[in-house]
């Protein structure tokens, strides 16, 4: 969907006027908030046929009907410190459905709010500017970016970046050059202790998304002599071995994890990425080697259940790793991002060079961002999930 602006840039970056003043948004509606069992009484009624799936305290997965489009007029001017941006790309996240519960279950996520417009990663350029540290052209990321074609931010939000790192592929900055990239980097370096030349197994689960993508590349280039990745096609596999390099994949829903493992890794895991948790993840840790290592990424097979993060293991699981001295401490990018350009400026090399290629799924317009958001969550996308917005 398109709004028409006819505006001149550069008038719009004097004078602060004649923006474009229609824009459209999603928002969060009244049945998006699920109540965690233990939690309080729902601060908004749930009405409408769709809501009965959504009854407080049950568990659900979400529906495009969770978000809905509207029109909305921006303000006319802009204030001092603030911007006109122009939304070019915007991000759909396995941790937006824990922002779709009031209590979020991580301290650093803050719940949406019913009726507000939603927000995540974006990236976009300035349209206009009355900020001192950004000009008309600029290209600009935040996590907060609303889901607006159009939004005036405050300067403050936002991060300037340079196309070059990306060759101009100026989505990679929600992905692999953004924090999807850090994630399974970082991830790696902080949690993994892979040693070159010490013959390592690593298995990589949500492997064909967008950290683990990523992750089991990263896992060959830093010495692993066997990746094994676990995702949920055939599709999936196909690409992850003949575009990515693994070494082997596992269709989850199609053949038995634990007999493949033991097929594809010979010699025991030594590093396992762990994106999903659940009984994948069990069926990996029961076939880890002593003094394994897991980095716990992500548990996306428990976020639509009505557990806290990171969700109980059962008990078998639990003894496997005491038994066999396997670390698995929680990982958080959030927390290393002292380290992050260096990460970057790595990963940017390594895209540009060929080493690590990139997997992106596209969808156009904002009106299909929640159908991207569900679909994603339902194993929809290869590579990062993309939202188009704007050219
Ligand atoms: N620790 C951190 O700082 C960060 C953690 N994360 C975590 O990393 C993980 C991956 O995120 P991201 O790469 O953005 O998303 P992905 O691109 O991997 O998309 C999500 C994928 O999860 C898979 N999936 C969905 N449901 C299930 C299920 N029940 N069992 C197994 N797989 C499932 C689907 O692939 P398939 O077809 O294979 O089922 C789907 O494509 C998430 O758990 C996320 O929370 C992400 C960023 C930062
Ligand atoms: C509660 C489950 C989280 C699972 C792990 C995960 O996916 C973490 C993701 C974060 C993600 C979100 C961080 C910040 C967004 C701030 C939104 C807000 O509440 O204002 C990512 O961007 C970094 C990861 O650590």
Redesign the pocket.
């Known amino acids: 969907m398109l709004i028409s602006c006819s505006v001149d840039k550069l008038d719009c970056n004097k004078m602060g006027l004649l923006r474009p003043r229609t824009v459209y948004i999603l928002t969060a509606q009244q049945h998006l908030v699920y109540h965690r069992q233990d939690s309080k009484p729902p601060l908004h009624r749930n009405i409408g046929g769709i809501m009965s799936h959504f009854h407080s305290g049950k568990n659900g997965a979400p529906v495009p009907e969770n978000f809905r489009l509207e029109e909305i007029t921006l303000a006319p001017d802009l204030k001092d410190g603030e911007v006109l941006v122009r939304t070019l790309y915007l991000s759909v996240?396995?941790?937006m459905r824990c922002r779709m519960n009031e209590d979020t279950g991580a301290d650093y996520l803050t719940p949406w709010q019913i009726s507000k417009c939603v927000d995540g990663g974006g990236v976009g350029v300035i349209d206009s500017s009355r900020c001192n540290n950004f000009a008309a052209g600029d290209v600009v990321i935040s996590f907060n970016w609303p889901w607006q074609t159009h939004a005036v931010m405050t300067g403050s939000d936002l991060q300037k970046v340079d196309p070059q790192l990306v060759d101009g592929h100026l989505s990679y900055f929600l992905g692999a050059v953004g924090?999807?990239g850090l994630?399974a980097l970082l991830?790696i370096r902080e949690k993994g202790h892979i040693t070159k030349g010490a013959n390592h197994t690593m298995v990589v689960?949500?492997a064909?998304?967008?950290?683990?993508s990523i992750a089991g590349q990263i896992g060959r280039l830093d010495g692993c002599v066997r990746v094994v990745g676990i995702?949920?096609?055939d599709q999936?596999c196909k690409a992850i071995v003949e575009d990515l390099g693994f070494s082997t994949a596992i269709n989850?829903h199609l053949e038995d994890v634990p007999t493949k493992l033991k097929e594809s890794c010979p010699d025991g895991i030594d590093v396992y990425f762990d994106?999903?948790g659940?009984a994948?993840s069990d069926a990996v840790i029961a076939q880890m080697n002593n003094g394994s290592h897991i980095i716990l990424?992500?548990?996306?097979?428990q976020y639509n259940k009505d557990v806290p993060y990171p969700p109980p293991l059962s008990e078998e699981t639990q003894k496997n790793l005491q038994s066999k001295n396997i670390t698995r401490e929680r990982?958080?990018?959030?927390n290393y991002m002292s380290k992050a350009d260096a990460a970057l400026c790595e990963l940017s090399q390594w895209i540009k060079s060929g080493r690590i290629k990139v997997l992106e799924t596209v969808v156009n317009g904002i009106e299909n961002m929640g159908d991207a958001f569900c679909s994603?969550?339902?194993?929809?996308?290869i590579g990062?999930?993309i939202i188009k917005i704007s050219h």
């Open positions: 996240d396995p941790y924090i999807t994630t991830g689960s949500g064909a998304g967008a950290c683990g995702c949920g096609s999936k989850y994106n999903v659940g994948i990424c992500g548990q996306i097979s990982f958080t990018v959030l994603m969550m339902k194993g929809g996308n990062k999930q």
